[in-house]
Every structure is written in C-alpha cells, then in structure tokens.
C-alpha cells in the first residue's frame, strides 16, 4: 500500500490532466490514479498466494457480478482511493483501503492516508493499532455528542429532516467525504458518531473491523453487527457501545425519519 501511495496516488496528486478524470455516474468521478493504483494493489495481494478472491471498486464498475455472493468464502475488499472527489479537487482526505473477509466477516483490514502516511490497521480478536500503535477508542468526550452524518444520498426532503431531529441531541459536524477518514476519526477522539446510508462492501469493511477492535461499536440500521453482503441496511458506528445505543435511540427511531418502519420492527 505505501509502494502504491509513493508510486502512483501521490505523483498524481494535483497533478491530473481533463481526461485523468472521468464521470463513472452523476456525481460520481474516478481518476487515472484510482484505475492504476488497484491495478497494483491487486497484483500484490496476488502475490501473497492466499487463494482470495479480489474484489476492487474500479472492477466491479465494469463486471458488477463481481459482487455476487461477496459473502461467500475468502475474500480481498480494495477500494484505490477512497475519497476521490477531494483527490480529483486536490484537496484531502483520501486514503486506500483493504480488507480481508471470511464468509462476510472482516479478518483483517487497513487504512492508508497516504498525505500523512498514517496506517491503520485491525485483526479480528488482536486489536487495532496507528502505525504499529495501539489504539483505544474513547469518544470525544463532550457533552453534547459529535456526530457526522452521511445522508447525501437521501432526498434533500428527508436529509433535512433528519438533520433537523438530529441537532436536537447532536453537535453536527460535515463529514469527510472518505470512509477512510470517517472511521479513524471515531477511534481517535474526533467524532463520537457517524453514519452512511450507502454500504459498498470496500469503503466500510477495514473501517468497521478498526472501529469494532478500537471498542467502539459498528452496526447497520436493523441493529445487526456489520457484515459484509447481508442486506441489512445503513450502518450506525459510534466511539463505545453506550454512545451507539444513544445514537441508535435518536437516529433510528421512528421520528428520526432515517429508516423505514419494517427496518425497525426487524
């Protein structure tokens, strides 16, 4: 991952031609460097002779059955570089993230700012650590909780309401627009909450086994522990177990307008 950051993400940082850049979907840009740098990644992770699938973001973009039964056996997770937008805009976050999975649960995952150079990094049962350190989630600790709120995919109608029933528990703050900084920031003081709506398996994977090993807490919306290709939706992630249970009693009830009703009875 660091050989990929030095070698292709950061040479073309603030450095991208017109046709480097292209629109996959409205709103939705990918680079040279996305393209090139999961073409390495998977050459690497190939190498290690692990008999993993390898699913990228960029690949599925061409050959969605790539996600066909992403729940099934030993699977590599690669997003290029979460946090294009800012990438292609030449500003920050954005990081490359991998995860490891087993029959949909995350083993193993990291996350690399190639900016900072910082990596994190997560084991099932072994804990988390930032650049080889361990690490403790704890929350911010304020008194009003903070909270990020990944709603952008929601209708504006409904993001304003549930941004409205939100302010009334939560110091809102904007969300980084990359996964791989979203999940960091709970871990290590910054956030106490934060949600997405959309689920790609690459840009929650590493993050939510991070969270998870740091003590916090990662769940989808039906309360359901994070797993990789179970149709439960949304994912709820919070700094401890207490701070997620008091998110989840504001964010996904009924009031909150966040989810359906039948997704709260399941």
């Not at 050989?3 to 990918?30: Q, S, Y």
């Not at 954005?94 to 990094?121: K, N, Q, T, Y």
Request: net charge negative; proline share 7%.
């Amino acid at each position: 991952m660091r050989d990929v950051a030095a070698t292709v993400v950061m040479p073309c940082f603030r450095n991208l031609a017109p046709h480097d850049i292209a629109e996959k979907r409205p709103g939705e840009v990918v680079t040279r460097a996305d393209r090139e740098a999961e073409l390495r990644l998977c050459e690497g992770l190939d190498a290690l002779g692990l008999g993993a699938r390898i699913v990228g973001e960029e690949a599925v973009e061409g050959a969605p059955e790539l996600l066909d039964d992403i729940d099934e056996g030993l699977v590599w997770l690669i997003d290029p570089l979460d946090g294009t937008a800012n990438f292609a805009a030449g500003t920050g976050p954005f990081g490359i993230m991998i995860a490891l999975v087993e029959h949909g649960v995350p083993l193993a995952g990291w996350m690399l700012d190639p900016l900072s150079g910082r990596l994190c990094h997560a084991a099932r049962g072994a804990g988390a650590t930032c650049n080889g350190v361990p690490v403790a989630s704890r929350g911010t600790g304020n008194a009003c909780a903070v909270a990020a709120l990944g709603t952008q995919f929601l209708s504006p109608d409904r993001r304003a309401r549930v941004h409205a029933h939100a302010a009334r528990r939560f110091d809102l703050v904007p969300i980084p627009r990359c996964a791989a900084e979203s999940y960091p920031r709970i871990a290590f003081g910054g956030n106490d909450v934060t949600l997405f709506q959309r689920i790609l398996p690459w840009d929650h994977a590493a993050g939510a086994l991070f969270v998870t090993e740091a003590g916090g807490e990662v769940r989808h919306w039906d309360h359901r522990p994070y797993r990789v290709g179970s149709g439960s939706p949304g994912v709820l992630v919070a700094a401890t177990p207490g701070l997620w249970e008091a998110a989840a009693t504001t964010l996904l009830g009924l009031g909150a307008g966040l989810v359906e009703p039948q997704v709260i009875a399941a």
